[in-house]
């Protein structure tokens, strides 16, 4: 049997959200080098280098960089829209963007930092999933990634809004892949654990001052609790998406999937 077709995703065309850095840009470059046409967008300029260095490596890319804020539901419909019209389809939305802030204890927080969370962590992927699947829908086919978290399966404390957007996420996920399912849309999560990114290296470094310990004795604590003994990167997320988003991935829907080196089982 010839698997090839099975895996064939070059000539598709994504969206990735939050790729300025980190993980967003790590998995846009590995779409790209798989053939995938990629449009990059984050709040950040940078996400302009991030493009650039895309097409630098593979110059018949057609994606193209946008700024682009993704609580801003105006925005995201333009980011959607616009992809479909420069390049005729949307088969794989990858609604990446995220952030955390240093929230302390619930008895002290003020529902502003919650409102904050909630509008980019949340809202940023209802609004991608949204216009993601009025497209998806029309063609009957697609693949939808939203970005959950092994914080949004486990609670921490000190930061309980931000692992409970990311439940909320997760629940909304399960639910979409329900409504998708007649038009052949796939849609799941993917949960990183602990990711050699700015927002968990910003984590680490707040959770090393409040511990009063080096950023390197954490880094080292951390690395002893993940079983294959290092950092997710880009790369390890750009696996589960081109599986997904591949006629091989095409019966998996309404999943939460593991992306942590062995942190997490559940």
Known sequence: MNVEPLREVAGKVAIVTGAGRGLGKGTAEALAAAGIHVVVSDIL?????????????????????????????????????????????LDIMVNNAGMH???????????ETVDKLFAVNFYGEFFGCKYAARQMMKQKSGSIINLGSYGGKVGFPGYSAYCASKGAVHTF?????????????????????????????????AESKDRGITFEE??????????????????????????????????VTGQLININGGLYFA
């Open 45 to 89: 300029p940078q996400v302009k280098e991030t493009f650039a260095g895309i097409k630098d490596k593979h110059p018949d890319n057609k994606g193209y960089a946008e700024i682009t804020d993704v609580s801003d539901e105006g925005q995201v419909k333009q980011l959607v829209e616009g992809a479909v019209k420069k390049l005729g389809r």
């Open 101 to 111: 802030l240093h929230e302390g204890l619930v008895a002290d927080m003020p529902k």
């Open 173 to 205: 996920t399960t639910a979409l892949a329900r409504e998708m399912a007649p038009f052949k849309v796939n849609v799941n999560a993917i949960c990183p654990g602990l990711a050699a990114s700015d927002m968990h290296w910003s984590f680490m470094k």
């Open 218 to 251: 954490l880094q080292q604590e951390e690395l002893r609790t993940i079983p294959l003994g290092r950092y997710g990167e880009g790369r390890d997320s750009a696996g589960a998406i081109l599986w997904l988003a591949s006629e091989s991935g095409s019966y």
